[in-house]
T-cell receptor, first 113, second 107 residues
Framework: EAGVVQSPRYKIIEKKQPVAFWCNPI?????LYWYRQNLGQGPELLIR????????DSQLPKDRFSAERLKGVDSTLKIQPAELGDSAVYLC???????????FGSGTRLTVV | GQSLEQPSEVTAVEGAIVQINCTYQ??????LSWYQQHDGGAPTFLSY????GLEETGRFSSFLSRSDSYGYLLLQELQMKDSASYFC????????FGKGTRLHILP
């Protein structure tokens, strides 16, 4: 099966500019996660979807971050406006929702200058 | 609240066995997962424990003791390609990852 697909792979933007990341999960995986990972740290959950419903967005900085998952498949994470501290790798993951692990995409490395 | 603790670094010799520990605090508990991440790569799922005991998958095993709020990942017959960061991931009503353990393997 195809893995979790993310794009772009890399993105460099100036602070205060908007940026968007896209994720296509594994077919049949109803649970989708967005994580942010800073260098030398573990992934930090930003938002978790069950189908099209955001069931945990408690760690999402809602003043500048937004996410959507239309039709319960693809998802987009947006930052507007970006700040220097947003530089990180943004990882998308998906699972069938049953207990166990999930599959990560290759991530988008964001650099804000 | 929730917390996860794992050592920041562990060093072992090629061919040996190494154990990476993870202790946690949580008000509820669903399971503990382990992931491997090579530099520049994405985390890769290794194993999941919801019940006490040992889960074995090839050279990797994971153990859980819910009464001790403790788990570990055991890597046997270490190979140079096992040099990576290893994360434990706690599942209760929330999901949190540990900060990761960097495994260094000496030839």
């Amino acid at each position: 099966e195809a893995g979790v697909v993310q794009s772009p792979r890399y993105k460099i933007i100036e602070k205060k500019q908007p940026v968007a990341f896209w994720c296509n999960p594994i077919s049949g995986h109803n649970t989708l996660y967005w994580y942010r990972q800073n260098l030398g740290q573990g992934p930090e959950l930003l938002i978790r979807y069950e189908n099209e419903e955001a069931v945990d967005d408690s760690q999402l900085p809602k003043d500048r971050f937004s996410a959507e998952r239309l039709k319960g498949v693809d998802s987009t994470l947006k930052i507007q406006p970006a700040e220097l501290g947003d530089s990180a790798v943004y990882l998308c993951a998906s699972s069938r929702g049953a207990p166990g692990g999930y599959t990560f995409g290759s991530g988008t490395r964001l650099t804000v200058v | 609240g929730q917390s996860l603790e794992q050592p920041s670094e562990v060093t072992a010799v090629e061919g040996a066995i190494v154990q990476i520990n993870c202790t946690y605090q949580t008000s509820g508990f669903y399971g503990l997962s382990w992931y491997q991440q090579h530099d520049g790569g994405a985390p890769t799922f290794l194993s999941y424990n919801a019940l006490d005991g040992l889960e074995e998958t090839g050279r990797f095993s994971s153990f859980l003791s819910r009464s001790d709020s403790y788990g570990y990942l055991l890597l046997q017959e270490l190979q140079m390609k096992d040099s990576a960061s290893y994360f434990c991931d706690l599942r209760d009503d929330k999901i949190i990852f540990g900060k990761g353990t960097r495994l260094h393997i000496l030839p």
